[in-house]
């Protein structure tokens, strides 16, 4: 009875329609790099001539061999821009190799996309608008939209050269002949397919197969350039509108995110301290997921992870921690036979 309980708690709070938070966990599924082997790559891939350069980046290799993970490094160092603006090339340069061979799957394999149908499955009962927030640069909510026959909302108009409007409305697209609504993204750290120009103007320009010249991608690495990189546009707009689809949003559904964005979580974490209900289904929640939600004592939780390498463990607010033997409800295409009936 528990179990069946619980089950329906997770139908309740997801046919409710919550706001999709897409971490980098919710990417590796489909061999997008880890922070790890983003780490490996810069380290292998890069020189420099000037000795300052070559310098520094010899230390960002020894604090990475040292911590072994990408964003701890980062935030150690104050990088010269050489230095930064090579590790944001190389970033880009190995994730959008990934993403374009992901892209490539999906255009045959559709159905090997779990995002993709729990966007359909929101679309046909959410009044035609879903929105998703992420931390990741990849193309995968734009993709799983596209095949969920979605029209989309970045903030860029959808032109082959698209250009970036704060003005741009997220709330009169759905309409749209031949679409069954409309999925409204808001990546806060960037995405592959944007660039500055050397004039200084934000341009989307849609699967390149690498960064065009006079361009630099906007991507925003971890570290501490983040934090003065996000105070311009389009980061300003993009944050507005994630942080009021967090305040309207009746719940969140987090897919493969951690709690270690500094640009989400606080936001999120008031609203869940107000008794929003919140999933979380992720491969192992990090200690920061727990520790701004377990301990502290939000109201409606359902977090949920792999336990023994076969079986689901899920830690409720409600019905405490519980092993569901022999399942795989962590990940979102098993998670997904529970809701879509």
């Known amino acids: 009875m528990e179990k069946e309980a619980i089950f329906k708690q997770l139908q309740s709070w997801t ?22 082997v983003l780490g490996d790559y810069i380290k292998n891939s890069i020189s ?9 980046f010899t230390e960002f290799i020894t604090e990475f061999d040292k911590t072994g993970d990408l964003e701890t490094t980062l935030t150690k160092l104050q990088l010269r821009e050489n230095v930064l603006s090579e590790i944001v090339n190389k970033t880009w340069e190995l994730v959008n190799k990934a993403d ?13 996309f779990p995002l993709s149908k729990l966007l359909e499955h929101f679309l046909d009962t959410a009044g035609k608008k879903v929105s998703i927030i992420t931390t990741n640069y990849d193309r995968l909510a734009e993709y799983a939209s596209s095949l969920a026959k979605a029209v989309i909302c970045t ?19 759905a309409s749209l002949k031949g679409y069954k609504g409309q999925v409204n993204i808001w990546k ?9 120009s050397i004039e200084d103007e934000n341009i989307q320009l849609p699967n390149r197969q690498n960064i065009p010249q006079n361009y630099r991608p906007l991507i925003v690495t971890p570290g501490i350039s983040k ?34 964005d500094e640009h989400v979580q606080p936001k999120l974490i008031t609203q869940i301290k107000n008794n929003k209900p919140i999933i979380v289904i992720t491969k192992e929640l990090t200690p920061k997921t ?29 019905f405490g921690e519980v ?19």
Request: charged fraction near 20%; glycine fraction near 6%.
């Open 155 to 173: 903030g860029y108009s959808q032109n082959p050269i698209g250009h970036f409007s704060n003005s741009i409305q997220s709330n009169n697209l």
């Open 15 to 36: 046919n409710n329609i919550p706001l999709i938070i897409l971490g980098s966990g919710a990417s590796v599924p489909f061999k997008l790099p880890s922070m790890w």
């Open 290 to 318: 727990k520790q701004s939600i377990i301990d502290n004592n939000c109201k409606n939780y359902m977090l949920i992870e792999e336990a023994n390498s076969k079986d689901t463990k899920i830690y409720s607010s409600k």
């Open 100 to 112: 374009l061979e992901a892209y490539e799957y999906f255009i045959n394999n559709s159905n090997d």
């Open 227 to 260: 934090f003065y990189e996000t105070s311009f546009e389009p980061y300003r707009t993009i944050f507005a509108r994630s942080d009021n689809e967090i305040d309207s949003a009746n719940g969140y559904l987090c897919i493969g995110y951690g709690f270690n």
């Open 188 to 196: 806060v750290h960037g995405s592959l397919d944007w660039f500055k």
């Open 48 to 56: 420099f001539t000037d000795t300052k350069d070559q310098n520094q």
């Open 323 to 341: 092993i569901i033997e022999d399942t795989s409800y962590w990940e979102l295409g098993e998670y997904l036979k529970l809701i879509i009936t």
